[in-house]
């Protein structure tokens, strides 16, 4: 994958060096094999750097569970009673949009979540924190997570309808403290090119983590910049 999915949108975005953004913590990493689909290593210390530096976090949403690798290592890095909820599309389902293409790759697989389903033993109390939700995330009633969740992480679909949604969504489902993360910005068109839409018509407040995909935003000033 790779070759067919970016190139034409220019980044907008500020670059900013991930301890300017996140106080460094003490992480913890498992599932360090990244396979095709999987954020890289780098940007999935800079998500658990991220969960660390949450107050007392409840909810912690993902938009696209994939393999469960990200969702595994946010239970891992997360309070015993935090909450993690990740959504996936299920196999043939309908979509409200297109997905980009050659996404199916990434949908078409036997189960959601295999890195936490089929973890080992001392895996399974950070498994149980997991819900493993199913549907298409522009059509999922997220309304019982509205202003609940502390961290949201979108990385379901690439297309940029879907960007635009589940950026709607996510800024309905965070706290007024929390912390919203896209990945892909510069990777995939249709990331890049929501987000450029969104600083320029007033989300000012989000900047690209330099040497990641990840962009985050400054809700309520979070940031150390
Ligand atoms: C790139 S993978 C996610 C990778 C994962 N977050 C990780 O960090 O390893 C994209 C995932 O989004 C899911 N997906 C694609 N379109 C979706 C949609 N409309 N609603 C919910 N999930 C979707 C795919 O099934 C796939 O599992």
């Not at 106080?23 to 991220?50: D, H, M």
């Not at 609940?148 to 960007?163: E, M, P, R, T």
């Amino acid at each position: 994958m790779g070759r067919e999915k970016s190139g034409r949108e220019i980044q907008h975005l500020k670059k900013i060096r991930w301890n300017k953004v996140f106080s460094a913590r003490q992480i913890k990493i498992v599932e360090p094999e990244q396979r095709n689909g999987n954020i890289t290593i780098f940007e999935l210390a800079v998500i658990c750097t991220a969960v660390r530096n949450l107050t007392d976090p409840k909810l912690i949403i993902e938009i696209g569970t994939f393999d469960g690798r990200t969702t595994l290592n946010l239970a891992v890095n997360s309070p015993p009673k935090t909450k993690i909820v990740t959504l996936d599309l299920p196999p043939n389902e309908e979509t409200k949009f297109e997905l980009a293409p050659f996404e199916e790759y990434f949908v078409n697989k036997p189960v959601s979540g295999e890195r936490f389903v089929d973890c080992p033993t001392e895996m399974k109390p950070y498994a149980k924190k997991i819900s493993q939700v199913y549907g298409d995330s522009a059509a999922f009633d997220w309304s019982d997570y509205f202003g609940k969740a502390d961290l949201v992480f979108i990385d379901g679909s690439h297309a940029y309808d879907y960007v635009v949604c589940d950026t709607k969504t996510a800024l309905k489902l965070i706290k007024p403290t929390g912390i919203i993360i896209w990945h892909d910005y510069g990777e995939w068109d249709g990331v890049t090119k929501a987000l450029n839409q969104f600083f320029t018509n007033g989300m000012r407040d989000i900047v690209i983590i330099k040497s990641s995909t990840l962009v985050t935003l400054n809700n309520n000033n979070i940031f150390k910049i």
